[in-house]
């Protein structure tokens, strides 16, 4: 009788001998958490609005298929580096990366950053469109609750008044972006408006 292939040989307790076995073995680390799973466990996202100024105005470069830019977040990763790597698919130059908000939205939790890019000449076709971003009403809840429903569009508008905020306040914001402070005029907070 004709023994089997070294990668069919069985071992003693009938199943494949690791030494013959084909491919390589891959050893799985520790657990990421020690919570153990369930389906009432938050799972987590990385939103992405890409960002850019357009002849005077703010445009996003939004998904043609959904609502926003949702990308996966690695539990060994850095989130910032997570949008930059992200952007890298996209052939995007990044000018600032910043963390805005966060929402909890269908059972996960929502991390947002604003990427603002240098504007492109082309991104990849049937990817990202570039749509005028318009203003729009902050959602709001009360003091100890969030806003029952946030739209993006109002996701966008909060990040823009933070990022007016950061130009004032922050000198790496103001020296990458010294061309959006007359457009990020618009989006001050009142008090700033107050004191003109």
């Known amino acids: 009788m004709r023994e089997p292939p070294d990668r069919e040989r069985p071992d003693e307790a009938g199943g494949r001998?690791?030494?013959?076995?084909?491919?390589?073995?891959?050893e799985l680390g520790p657990p990421i958490s020690d919570v153990p799973w369930s389906s009432e466990f938050a799972q987590q996202s990385l939103e992405v609005l890409i960002l850019l100024l357009d002849e005077g105005s703010v445009a996003w470069l939004k998904p043609m298929h959904a609502d926003?830019?949702?990308?996966?977040?690695?539990?060994?990763?850095?989130?910032?580096?997570?949008?930059?790597?992200?952007?890298?698919?996209f052939g995007l130059i990044p000018r600032v990366v910043h963390s805005t908000s966060w929402r909890h939205e269908?059972?996960?939790?929502?991390?947002?950053?604003?990427?603002?890019?240098?504007?492109?000449?082309?991104v990849p076709q049937d990817t990202?469109?570039?749509v005028e971003v318009e203003r729009a009403e902050l959602a709001r809840g009360d003091a100890t609750a969030p806003p029952r429903e946030i739209g993006v569009e109002q996701v966008?508008?909060?990040?823009?008044?933070?990022l007016s905020w950061l130009l004032r306040d922050d000198a790496a914001i103001a020296e990458a972006l010294p061309d959006w402070a007359a457009v990020l005029d618009r989006y001050q907070p009142e008090p700033f408006r107050a004191l003109g």
């Not at 001998?17 to 891959?26: E, I, L």
């Not at 966008?156 to 933070?162: P, S």
């Open 17 to 26: 001998d690791p030494k013959h076995a084909s491919g390589p073995v891959v």
């Open 68 to 89: 926003s830019l949702h990308v996966g977040l690695p539990v060994s990763s850095s989130p910032g580096d997570v949008v930059i790597e992200t952007l890298g698919w």
């Open 106 to 122: 269908e059972g996960r939790l929502v991390l947002t950053y604003i990427a603002v890019v240098e504007p492109p000449s082309v």
């Open 128 to 130: 990202l469109q570039r």
């Open 156 to 162: 966008v508008e909060h990040a823009l008044r933070h």
